[in-house]
């Protein structure tokens, strides 16, 4: 069974920063890791998950949303099979529920719909106040 495990949420204060980290195990997916599409998405409540960042496998592309152009970036190992959101010059805006998600099920170029990913892991908090 496939799992995507984040981890590195918590408080933190506006300007701040914080990393997190998924790692997957389990499952094809694992195997096929470096192959795959990984991608950062964060939610609030009422509200549509949003997309972040991706990390494609084959071609190796980077995409972010405008929202956190040249405050985050994505990384990832694939020989420890995890992705990474590296989040600076954190806002109150940014306060949300992060996921991230691997594994597409589409073609082409659908990393930025949460649709295209088929393993998600259970999220994990980040808040941004003073």
């Known amino acids: 069974q496939v799992q995507l495990v984040e981890s590195g949420g918590g408080w933190v204060q506006p300007g701040g920063s914080l990393t997190l980290s998924c790692t997957a195990s389990?499952?094809?997916?694992?195997?096929?890791?470096?192959?795959?599409?990984m991608g950062w998405f964060r939610q609030v409540p009422g509200k549509e998950r949003e997309f972040l960042a991706a990390?494609?496998?084959?071609?190796?592309?980077?995409y972010y949303a405008d929202s956190v152009r040249g405050r985050f970036t994505i990384s990832r190992d694939n020989v420890k099979t995890a992705v990474y959101l590296q989040m600076n010059n954190l806002k109150p805006g940014d306060t949300a529920i992060y996921y991230c998600?691997?594994?597409?099920?589409?073609?082409?170029?659908?990393?930025?719909?949460?649709?295209?990913?088929?393993?998600w892991g259970q999220g994990t908090q980040v808040t941004v106040s003073s």
């Open positions: 998600a691997g594994g597409s099920r589409f073609s082409g170029d659908y990393w930025h719909r949460p649709d295209n990913y088929i393993h």
């Open positions: 389990g499952g094809i997916f694992k195997n096929s890791f470096s192959e795959s599409t």
């Open positions: 990390f494609t496998g084959r071609t190796s592309a980077i």
